[in-house]
């Protein structure tokens, strides 16, 4: 027989559900603060390593609930030294991938929102696996409870989240925005949501429920095509959300919370990376409040397409530029232990 798992994962919780739940035990508002605070203070390792509860809070708390860490089951650091990736193992033993970057001090965790993804771009290795299921917030919370605690140990802090691991976020709409809320909440980890990066394939009915929430956020859209032909080809999602469709949530989102959106465009030799495609997105984004994070191709298994050349990747930001479009490339970081989105997963499986 298997163990028995309590039913109720703590980190499920937000603050106000956890003093529901406390309440229906006869506890305060006192025990459930002091509650969160171990939880997300403390980072307690243990449930008997709460101190100061009440007897029978205390064995309620052992009979009814856990504390789901996660557990690394492979990790890799880079050789610079600055990116740490960590496949952790979920309590059913799917496993997912969580990024620790350092740069100049200030740490980002790249967080994963599914296991697998059901949205099927065909370069990405997370696409390549299909979709296995959403991660609840506990599990979204848990990797960042990983990283604090491995920054921790090198005297350092978190300050940036990117959702932009493995699985489409807007598709796990509410576990997704439950995990921000708690990892949000000033008396728990209190991470600044303006720190906070959702990156989405384009789910559109997800832009226009972000557009209406209250939850400053930024968002980041993946297009790598401006025409829906070409789009498609890449990012299947293209074909249920057309870029004019697309386009018209991304305005009424920059409207609505007059924020500024990211567009990120996997540049990719020959496919994607002409002066001419570069027009075709110049005319697509003019006039918007947008900024384009162009990443060169990482390879992958089922996709054996070559990152475009550095001369190239210019050639598009000057073409970007007479639109007034800033653009940014992003650095590939850890490219030597497979730091793609879903890489070490794979890579980790084919060895096996
Ligand atoms: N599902 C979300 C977030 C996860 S992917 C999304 O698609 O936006 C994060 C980013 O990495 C996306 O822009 C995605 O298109 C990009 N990406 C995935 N695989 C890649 C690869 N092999 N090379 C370059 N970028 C890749
Ligand atoms: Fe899913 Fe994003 Fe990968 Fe597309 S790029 S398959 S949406 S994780």
Redesign the pocket.
């Known amino acids: 027989m298997s163990p028995r798992i309590a039913p109720v994962n703590l980190y499920d919780l937000s603050r106000s559900t956890l003093g529901e739940l406390v309440a229906s035990w006869g506890g305060s508002a006192f025990y459930r603060d002091l509650l969160w605070s171990a939880l997300y203070r403390d980072q307690v390792s243990s449930l008997e390593a709460i101190a100061g509860l009440r007897a029978d809070l205390q064995e309620r708390l052992v009979e009814r609930t856990r504390l789901g860490h996660l557990a690394a089951s492979h990790q890799a650091a880079s050789s610079d030294g600055h990116t740490h990736k960590l496949l952790l193992k979920l309590e059913d033993g799917q496993t997912i991938e969580t990024v620790v970057m350092r740069f100049k001090g200030r740490a980002t965790v790249c967080l994963s929102t599914q296991a697998g993804?059901?949205?099927?771009?065909v370069?990405?290795a997370?696409?390549q696996m299909g979709f296995v299921r959403h991660l609840t917030p506990g599990e979204i919370v848990g990797q960042v409870l990983y990283a604090v605690a491995l920054l921790r140990a090198s005297g350092e802090s978190l300050r940036n989240v990117v959702l932009m691991g493995?699985?489409?976020p807007l598709h796990n709409y509410d576990g997704t925005m439950e995990a921000v809320d708690i990892l949000c909440d000033p008396r728990g980890l209190a991470l600044g949501p303006r720190f906070i990066t959702l990156?989405t394939?384009g789910v559109v009915p997800g832009i226009r429920r972000l557009a209406d929430e209250e939850r400053p956020i930024q968002l980041a859209v993946?297009l790598h095509a401006a025409t829906d032909a070409e789009r498609s080809a890449l990012?299947p999602?293209g074909r249920k959300w057309p870029l004019a469709e697309l386009m018209d949530a991304c305005r009424e989102y920059s409207a609505r919370r007059g924020k500024k959106i990211f567009f990120e465009w996997a540049l990719i030799a020959g496919k994607n990376d002409s002066v001419e495609q570069a027009h075709t997105l110049g005319k697509l984004l003019a006039g918007m409040d947008a900024h384009v994070n162009l990443i060169p191709l990482n390879p992958t298994a089922g996709f054996r397409e070559a990152p475009s050349t550095p001369g190239q990747v210019r050639a598009f930001q000057d073409v970007l530029a007479s639109y007034a479009l800033p653009s940014t490339v992003r650095q590939r970081r850890g490219i030597d232990i497979d730091a793609g989105?879903?890489q070490l997963k794979a890579q980790v499986e084919k060895r096996r």
């Open positions: 993804c059901a949205m099927g771009c370069f990405c997370t696409g493995m699985g489409e990156s394939v993946s990012v999602a989105c879903g």
